[in-house]
């Protein structure tokens, strides 16, 4: 099973590697990354697989959710078919 | 890989946008609970509620969690009760108030289907039983009741339309204390839908599966959003623009169902494409109107505007989803809708200007409230006029009017929550009184035999 994780806020040094240091704990496997500055925003897209983790996709959800109040950044966790609906025919 | 500005796009649309799954209803058979006394039948619809609805509450909740998206209200819609009480009409307040307590452990805000279907003629034992309704809403707290008053196929039933408009007047006298809220539980029909997820006027048809999961879609800040990124566009590239956006909100709201449906061993009903309004800001169909260029909501062009809008979301929608049904639409309540309780209170939206713009979208006159003096006769006839125009055109209408007791143009009511406020509008001050007390029926009009 297959997640979207997204990760935006201000940019600064270490986003990525306290996120992928987050997920790996989870055991949540990182598949695909994808991301961009703008101006001063960061916006990070991961591709993760969730089948081995630690908890189930809502509670993964609500820990990302906490770990990013913690670190400054927005981070959300939501199930890949959300995005797969809304914009693949 | 997703594409980055789709990813966005989406989490945008929650979180800034007001993107939400407005309503998860299950719809119960409650066929089976007919039993020989009003007790025992109240007893069975109660177990029978608490069973299959179980899990509906945190089911919704997993969901959540696990899509990202809001899904606001939990509830429940039943199959007719007054089918259910046909053997003991009298004391069909007793299953009502069974129903009523089901919601209550279930943790949902609201349980539809203390209806009666009278379109084409009242049988005694629904008279009796639409004599109850007042009395049941006003001892309940999260029963909805709705009576279907009549049908393109069948006309209009006269006598349920004068009825029903004494009916309202009672049910606002005894919940006088509270602006006369039992009325905001209770929807008037013409050509009521047997799958509508959205309360007031939700049942559970008896064409129906022994439970369904039917979904009603938000979105009008999306919209609103979308349009405002297009301020110069003309109506074509308007139309496609909110049809596309249609497009995604249903996607999401097909998604929900269809997971709700298997986990929660019921059958995937509809997909319903309204645009529901609440009262928070950003989050109004009245709003969507004024963006197209119509400068208070009510004014002229608000009616092609509003055609315009219903249809390419209708458009978006049905390509979106392998099942459609409900109302489908965009709602107009008034006091749910910010941008509409504004244009109200300046007097440019009127109940006129309303029942044309029904005319071109779903649902009807809603949420509207009316001085507490208003004639019987009056708001039956206001009934009449909407019902006309769901008959004529092929159309579900409906009415939910509120006649506040001891207020007046000028006063406003307040419901709090989703129902919202709003203030009093005029009505005619006209005399219907002959016209309600003809009776009998307005024959189908010619269109509907198809056969």
Sequence with gaps: ?89 | MFNQFDVLETIDMIEKEHLDIRTITMGISLLPCIAGTAEETAQKAYDLVCRRAENLVKTAKELSGEYGIPIVNKRVSVTPVSLLCAAFPEKATRVGRALDAAAKTLGIDFLGGYSALVHKSMADYEKTFIHTIPEVLATTERLCASVNVGSTRSGINMDAVSLMGEIFKETAQKTAENDGIGCAKLVVFCNAVEDNPFMAGAFHGVGESHAAINVGISGPGVVWHVLKSIPDADMLETAETIKRTAFKITRAGQLIAREAAKRLNAEFGIVDLSLAPTPARGDSVAHILEELGISTVGGHGTTAALAMLNDAVKKGGVMASSRVGGLSGAFIPVSEDIGMIEAAEKGVLCLDKLEAMTSVCSVGLDMIAIPGDTPASTVSAIIADEAAIGMINNKTTAVRIIPAPGKEVGDSVNFGGLLGRAPVMPVHDTDSSKFIGRGGSIPAPIHSFKN
Aim: net charge negative; hydrophobic share 45%; charged share 25%.
């Design chain 1, 1 to 89: 099973m297959r997640a979207v994780v997204t990760v935006t806020g201000k940019d600064r040094k270490g986003i990525i590697a306290e996120v992928s240091a987050f997920l790996a704990n989870k055991g949540v496997n990182v598949e695909d990354i994808s991301q961009t500055i703008l101006g001063e925003y960061f916006a990070m897209i991961m591709l993760v697989d969730v089948s081995e983790a630690t908890a189930d996709i809502a509670t993964l959800a609500r820990e990302g959710e906490e770990m990013g109040k913690k670190i400054g950044m927005s981070i959300r966790l939501q199930h890949e078919d959300i995005f797969n609906a809304m914009h693949r025919i």
